[in-house]
C-alpha cells in the first residue's frame, strides 16, 4: 500500500490553487483558489451551472484541470502516481446526492463494500464495523433491509454510512438535503455535525438550502460562472454586498423583462397554437 506522509496540522486538508477548467470554449471554472481547513465545515453555494459538480470531480481526481494544482492532505493529485491518487481517495469518504446504493445489496452489505473491496480484513471485524457505523447515524436496526424498503432520509443515512466505513478524514456531501422534507433534513444537519464532533472530519458540502448552509457551516464559499466570488465565515456572508450574493440569499429571480420577455411570451403562444 503506498504510505502518504501525514500533512503538518496546520496546512489546509484541501488546498485548491489556479485551477481553471474549460469544455471547449465554455470556461466552467476560472483561476479558483480555496482552502477547507482540518476539521471544519465548508459549505459550497452556487447556482446552477456555477461550477460546483465541476469542482467536486476535480477535488476527487476523477478529472484533471487545465491548469492549477489541488493538494490533498498535502499531496498533489494533479501530478501524483495513479497509486498515490488511489491511496489519497481512500481517505476521502463521498456521500452522493441520490445516495448510489445497490438495491440488490441489504444495507449491511453496501456498507461493508468498501470494507471488503479496500482491505483484509476478517469478516467478523467487518460486522463489527459495519454496526458501528450504522450505529452512528441512527440505523444500527436496519441492516438487513434492503434500500428500496428505506426512506429517502434512511437512504440518505446509509449512504454516509458507507462513506465513513474506512474511517476517512476528509468527507465530501453533493447536496444532502436534496428531496428530504424539512424535519428529515435537519435530522441529517444534526447527523453532519455531529460527524465533525465526534471524528473530528474535514467536511466539504454541495448544498442550495441556505437554511442548512447556515446551520452547519463553519464557513461558506460562492461560486458565480465559475469564480470564486466570496469564501466567509456566516457572519460576514451575510453582509457581503456582492449583487450575486444579495440575489441568492433574498431569493431574486433573473430579470426577465423587456424584449426577453416578449420574445419567450411570443414562443409560448406560438408554441400553443401547434
Known amino acids: 500500500m ?12 484541501i488546498s485548491i490553487r489556479g485551477v481553471s477548467v474549460s469544455y471547449g470554449s465554455r470556461s466552467v471554472l476560472n483561476q479558483v483558489d480555496l482552502d477547507v481547513r482540518r476539521g471544519e465545515i465548508l459549505v459550497l453555494l452556487g447556482g446552477s451551472g456555477s461550477g460546483k459538480t465541476t469542482l467536486l470531480k476535480q477535488v476527487l481526481g476523477l478529472a484533471k484541470p487545465d491548469t492549477g494544482s489541488i493538494r490533498i492532505n498535502g499531496v498533489d493529485i494533479t501530478a501524483c502516481s495513479p497509486e498515490e491518487l488511489a491511496a489519497v481517495r481512500r481517505r476521502i469518504g463521498v456521500a452522493f446526492q441520490a445516495g448510489a446504493l445497490f438495491n440488490s445489496l441489504t444495507v449491511e452489505e453496501n456498507v461493508a463494500l468498501p470494507l471488503r473491496e479496500l482491505t483484509r480484513l476478517a469478516d467478523s471485524t467487518i460486522r463489527l464495523i459495519v454496526w458501528m457505523k450504522l450505529k452512528a447515524v441512527g440505523l ?26 474506512l474511517d476517512p478524514g476528509i468527507l465530501i456531501f453533493d447536496e444532502p438535503s436534496a428531496g428530504l422534507d424539512p424535519i428529515v433534513s435537519a435530522g441529517l444537519d444534526e447527523l453532519i455535525l455531529f460527524l465533525k464532533r465526534a471524528f473530528g472530519m474535514t467536511i466539504l458540502v454541495v448544498t442550495h438550502e441556505l437554511e442548512s448552509a447556515f446551520h452547519i457551516a463553519d464557513r461558506l464559499a460562492m461560486l458565480h460562472q465559475g469564480s470564486l466570488i466570496a469564501v466567509d465565515t456566516k457572519e460576514q456572508f451575510l453582509g457581503n454586498v456582492h449583487p450575486r450574493i444579495r440575489q441568492f440569499l433574498d431569493r431574486t429571480p433573473d430579470d426577465v423583462s423587456g424584449e426577453a420577455a416578449e420574445e419567450f411570451i411570443a ?7 401547434t
Open 2 to 13: 503506498t504510505e502518504i506522509k501525514a500533512a503538518h496540522s496546520g496546512d489546509p486538508a
Open 140 to 165: 444500527a436496526d436496519a441492516g438487513k433491509l434492503y434500500p428500496p424498503e428505506l426512506s429517502g432520509g434512511m437512504r440518505k443515512r446509509v449512504a454516509v454510512a458507507r462513506a465513513i466505513a
Open 267 to 273: 414562443a409560448f403562444l406560438q408554441g400553443s397554437k
